[in-house]
């Protein structure tokens, strides 16, 4: 009220907003979040000084977001501003290990323990074998009891920092995608779980996997080295094997071999992919730094990243355009007129327009 006294004009109310409501709650939120009842409260007072305490707005909050033009005014949006400082929680959750702070590692272990318990029941409560919820399948809950599944009431929910973190992991579709992965990606993700499957392991006996994790120590695809095919092979694999308590050797191969088969085949282990070796030459690079210094134009980067973590490979809004390899261009025709035009089907009728 204070500032209302001077009878700021709208742009002016809306510099005030900008510059106090969002100044003044950035680093807060950016340190321990901002919880949803905090938020609404916040944008009620923003609301009503932008309209000078009036009973009746004559615009309502989400129409003065939008850019001026759409129709707005350009309104500090507080909750996306909140989303993306979320999503650079998520960024140094993601990072490697050297880089990685430790309240992530930390984070590893109060998500794994608010899961359901028929996850449960499925890692037989060894949860060592979960990883985080962006390379595997599995969800936390929010919530100690909620939709789905048998709740787990002996959870307490996730933290604040945590529940927000993961929300605006799945309101944006953060998941590991990319056009070509690193051959050394596929073989660090850890197999179980696997998020980027495209068949069903339903058919996959449970002691099978049981006896993989258990005596195999399977964790990841590097670890399903292959055996002579034959159930009483005595290779010095299958001897070995057997020491370790596991009866059917060749069983536990051709499940591997199922749970591998069943990956899509982005993530597939020894899947062909396209020549990525281009990349610029010393000079051309000398030449870029020399662009950049004066503001000129460079020379296109042809090297495609590909870093050798699983979790490096995290991508936001991937549901507006999942990530695929390009498909080859159409074969095309040069315009004009042409006497004969070969078709692969001499059955194809061609309408041309001139």
């Known amino acids: 009220q204070r500032w209302d006294v001077q009878h700021p004009t709208i742009d002016g109310r809306r510099q005030i907003i900008q510059a106090y409501v969002g100044g003044g709650t ?22 009503d000084f932008f309209w000078e305490y009036k009973r009746s707005h004559t615009v309502d909050m989400a129409t003065l977001k939008l850019p001026r033009e759409e129709g707005g005014v350009n309104l500090l949006d507080i909750e996306v501003r909140n989303e993306a400082i979320y ?14 702070p430790a309240w992530a590692f930390v984070a590893d272990e109060i998500l794994k323990r608010t899961t359901t318990l028929e996850l449960q029941d499925s890692t037989e409560g060894n949860t060592d074998i979960l990883t985080n919820f962006l390379e595997q399948s599995w969800c936390p809950m929010l919530n100690p009891v909620e939709r789905g599944g048998r709740p787990n ?9 945590l529940k927000l973190m993961f929300s605006v992991a799945k309101k944006h579709s953060v998941r590991l995608d990319a056009p070509f992965v690193d051959e050394q990606a596929k073989l660090t993700r850890s197999l179980w779980f696997h998020s ?19 005596n195999h120590k399977v964790a990841h695809h590097a670890t399903v080295d292959g055996h002579r095919e034959s159930k009483s092979c005595h290779c010095p694999h299958c001897s070995s094997q057997r020491r370790l308590s596991c009866r059917n050797p060749n069983a536990c191969q051709r499940t591997a071999r199922g749970l591998v088969s069943s990956l899509n085949e982005k ?30 134009p460079v020379i296109f980067d042809p090297s495609f990243p590909r870093p050798e973590k699983p979790l490096a490979y995290a991508r936001v809004f ?13 074969d095309r025709v040069v315009a004009g007129f042409h006497d004969e035009l070969p078709l692969p089907n001499p059955e194809e009728t061609v309408a041309c327009c001139g």
Not at 26 to 47: D, F, S
């Open 26 to 47: 950035q680093y807060l939120t950016a340190a321990q979040g901002m919880p949803p009842e905090i938020l609404k409260r916040i944008e009620k007072l923003a609301l």
């Open 87 to 100: 999503l650079t929680w998520l960024r140094d959750y993601c990072s490697s290990s050297s880089d990685r």
């Open 153 to 161: 009431l002996q959870a307490t929910g996730l933290p604040l920092e």
């Open 196 to 214: 980027d499957r495209d068949a069903p392991t339903r058919r996959i006996l449970k002691r099978h996997t049981r006896c993989l994790r258990e």
């Open 267 to 296: 993530w597939t282990p020894d899947w062909n992919l396209p020549d990525l070796s281009l990349e610029l030459s010393g000079d051309e690079r000398a030449m870029n730094l020399l662009a950049e210094e004066y503001s000129n």
């Open 318 to 330: 991937t549901n507006a355009l999942k990530v695929r390899p390009s498909a080859p261009p159409p």
